[in-house]
């Protein structure tokens, strides 16, 4: 079983997806310090809003900027 994750961005008014960026570049115990996830999550299946703090942790690991006055960001898991 393969695991992706992503980025998924949504506009804020419409809730319409506008994109996805691959992120299994990024290790996932750097993305439990990031995100601190839940005990009963330990893998990160569940999906995680990227808020202020976390955006601009993950900005120096992967190119990406973050607007988070126009959309709403997730970490999103999926088996592929």
């Known amino acids: ?3 992706e994750r992503i980025i998924s961005w949504f506009d804020l008014n ?6 996805e960026r691959n ?3 990024v290790p996932l ?6 995100f601190k996830p839940e005990e009963e999550d330990p893998l ?5 809003t990227i808020n202020i703090e976390e ?4 900005e120096k690991l992967i190119d990406i900027e973050f607007d988070l006055k126009r ?3 997730q970490v ?5």
């Open 1 to 3: 079983m393969k695991i």
């Open 14 to 19: 419409t809730e319409e997806l506008l994109g």
């Open 23 to 25: 992120i299994d570049n």
């Open 29 to 34: 115990e750097v993305l439990k310090q990031i």
């Open 44 to 48: 990160m299946y569940n999906p995680y």
């Open 55 to 58: 955006a601009a942790q993950l």
């Open 71 to 73: 959309f709403f960001y």
């Open 76 to 80: 999103d898991c999926f088996q592929v």
